[in-house]
Each structure stands twice: as C-alpha cells, then as structure tokens.
C-alpha cells in the first residue's frame, strides 16, 4: 500500500479542487485538515484514489462548515438547522420559497443519514461517486439451495 506525504495530498488537493486555492485554504490549513480527515477516508478501500478521495471529503467538510457557519449568521440555528438534520434535498421551488427533504429517518441501507449529509455538497456527491466507483457491496441471501449475491449463486 502506497502512503502519501502531506505535501503529495496537499498536491492532489489543489489539483482536484481547484475552488480552494492556497488564497482561500492555506497550505497549513490543509495540514490540519489532513489529520482530522485522513481517519475518515479508507486507504485500503480508495487504494490509488485515496488521494482524491480525502480531497473531496476535506472540501465536503470545509463547504459544508461554511454553510453551517452562514445559516447561523442568517439567524439560523446553525448545524441544527433543517438544512442539515433532514435528509436529502428532493425538491425545490424558486417562487414562494418550497424546499423537500426526504425523510431520513426512512432511508433504506444504501441511503444511510451520512449519505444524506454527503449529498448536501457537490464535494459530497463527487466523494460517493467516487466511493461507488471503488466500493461495492455485496448483499448476500440464503436459501435452501444456497446463497444468492450480486446476482450469482453460490454453494456454501
């Protein structure tokens, strides 16, 4: 398994998110945030594109901090708010402000709450298409005449 310096990610950081150049995140805000984060992210599991990966999940965290940050601000409750206890965004209208957000005290096994948090930032998103990319999981069913996973059926 490769490891990475923290001048290698900080690197692939600045390439992937080019949003957040050093202006914005100095290079030894990227530090810390590489140690907080670095848990968070599996290097086993994101093998060659655990670099990318951490690079989304730290920009997912600097967003979504930023909007926590905003909406307590606005007067808001901060990370109380709606925005961020309710599930995923399904719907929103301009006019009359009419915003949806799917119940996600109801969220099935590929949908989990983190999943949801994840979805309210486009680094978010970008980190669980990554993840889906790497990642796959394998359900597994048994029957009487064996088990049944992905598709295929295996005798145990």
């Given at each position: ?8 990610l ?9 949003a957040?150049?050093a ?7 990227l530090?810390?945030?590489i140690?907080?984060?670095r848990e968070y ?5 994101f093998g060659?594109?655990f670099?990318?990966?951490l690079s ?5 965290m600097?967003?979504?901090?930023a909007?926590?940050?905003a909406?307590s601000a ?5 990370a109380?708010d709606?925005?961020f ?7 929103e ?6 915003r949806?957000?799917?119940n ?6 590929n949908n989990?709450?983190?999943?949801d948090?994840?979805?309210k930032t486009?680094y978010g998103?970008?980190f669980?298409?990554?993840?889906d990319?790497?990642?796959?999981s394998v359900t597994m069913r ?6 049944y996973?992905?598709g295929h059926r295996?005798?145990?």
């Open positions: 398994m490769t490891t990475w310096t923290v001048a290698e900080i690197r692939v950081f600045r390439l992937t998110i080019p957040m150049p202006s914005v995140v100095s290079d030894a805000e530090e810390s945030d140690v907080i984060y992210v599996s290097q086993k599991r060659k594109l670099p990318k990966a989304y999940f730290i920009a997912h600097r967003t979504l901090n909007m926590i940050e909406a606005d007067g808001g409750m901060g109380g709606p925005v206890t309710a599930g995923a965004l399904t719907s209208k301009e006019g009359d402000l009419a949806n957000y799917s996600s005290s109801a969220s099935s096994t989990s709450d983190s999943d948090l994840l979805k486009l998103k970008m669980l298409q990554l993840r990319m790497v990642i796959v048994e029957s009487a005449g064996g088990c996973g992905a295996f005798r145990i």
